[in-house]
């Protein structure tokens, strides 16, 4: 009986227990697209720009994912024979112009991809290769434009013959394939009844780009939408906060009347001053106060030309008081920090990037770096792989169609890579030594270091040091490890004769 009642209270998972004091498990009969379904997802698409217009550190957090996850990069290397030419046309000529709708640039629109995907959760996308009017650029739908069809729409589409089913605007088969997607320019739909607002593509025209945590998830989640709550109450709070401080900045003092009489012409039309007052009525007090207000007080100039003229003469029985300057809170900061650390590390950010402070030392500085850019890195990706691949192989079949570029090599496809920013050195004399030793080793190249277009940059730098060393120009640019010039060093080796220094 001991060892089953000791079973009994060892042999158990205490989270899947019972207990009203916490948050309680239930079973799940839904699909996440279910729990987050088009009612939801238009809510969620309005919080999580709400907070990027509005709240400064939730807009700060997005913006250290735009500019070092992408930045002004994004550009693409193509490691086949002829791929130099169709490598600058892509990053030069169509990197600059491939928005279909806009002007927008190659980098800037890898950036409001990934950020689409982190505070909305998915976006659409589709390059024009003989499909609207064969541009080559690329068309976009938001999350909350991916919207499904009422049942008539579908059965009149090229979808409707082959039994398919519905998930927030995708297009599944009987085993939860997707076969492609339903769009409208509109926004604020849950379903679309009018088929002049709705564009269905295939899987093959179009690319959903998201981020998914669940397998078989379909639709993507906002990740901004697990710290949202956090958000909200800071911004509520640290409003009410400033709204409190701003009040109390503008109070001076505030003076408490030992018998205050608001209408010294007509007592009697304030029935609050017809009670006894010190033993006499309202009446006499008025006639009290219009005697005194006759009564030339006497003045302290002095005092006055001392104080800039601003000095109150109260009455005898008045008294002033200040009240407490306690707004802001005093431990308003801290608090913020914190839950905007906690916030931060929903998204893989350490404090250093979630707060845009660095006051820790250089090693724990170091070490919120090393973490948040183990995020960024798998950042970059995952951008590659769910977008970036796509739409070069899509853009650059089309530019050979079209001429644009000469035909590249069998194989090209596997060909491609990506160049994108990488963590900055707090200590560069340390990260420069370092990219020697790993040249020398053999553990990097040019290429990953300098980017496409690395093999232009180089004959440029050779053209410079020859300038140099005909200038005869003392830099330390051509000087050995030793410390001495090339030219003299060579000039030392010739007249020695020593053929292995």
Partial sequence: MRLERTARVFGKYDATEGNRLRRQPVREHKSEGELYDMSKRL???????????????????LH?????????????????DGGEEATAWFNEIWSKDCDFRDDMDWSTLLQNILISELRDGDVLAVVDDNLIEDTGKIITWESDQIVPVNEKLL???????????????????????????????????????????????TRQQARLAKNPW????????PSILTPATNFIDLYEILTSELMSAKRAAKQYAFVKRDNAVTDWDSPASAPEFLAENDGRVASDVATDGANQATHTAKNYEKLEGFTGGLTDYLDPLDSVEFPKLDHPNSSLAPF?????????????????????????????????????????????????????????????????????IKPLSPGWERSISWTWPTMPEVNELDAQNAIAAALKNGTTDYGELLGPDWRRRLEGFAQQIDLIRKANLPLKILETVAGAMQGETQKMISKKGDTNA
């Avoid at 339903?182 to 709705?198: E, M, P």
């Fill in 336 to 404: 913020l920090e914190v839950v905007h650390g906690y916030s931060g590390s929903a998204l893989g950010m350490a404090r250093a990037y979630a707060i845009l402070r660095a006051d820790s030392s250089y090693t724990a500085f170091r070490g919120d770096m090393i973490m948040t850019w183990v995020t960024f890195y798998w950042m970059q990706k995952q951008l590659e792989r769910g977008v970036a691949d796509w739409v070069a192989l899509k853009v650059l079949a089309w530019a050979q169609k079209k001429k644009k």
């Fill in 214 to 221: 669940r397998l078989n998830q379909g639709r993507g989640i």
């Fill in 43 to 61: 809510l969620g698409c309005n919080l999580g720009r709400d907070l990027e217009r509005n709240y400064s550190p939730a807009k700060g957090m």
């Fill in 64 to 80: 250290q994912f735009r500019v070092n996850v992408v930045g002004s990069l994004g550009k693409i290397r193509i490691n086949a």
């Fill in 155 to 201: 059965e009149a589409s090229r979808f409707g013959k082959q039994g398919v089913s519905q998930d927030n605007g995708m297009l599944r088969d009987k085993w939860g394939r997707v076969l492609g997607y339903a769009c409208t320019g509109k926004r604020g739909l849950t379903v679309i009844d009018n088929k002049d607002d709705v564009t269905f593509w």
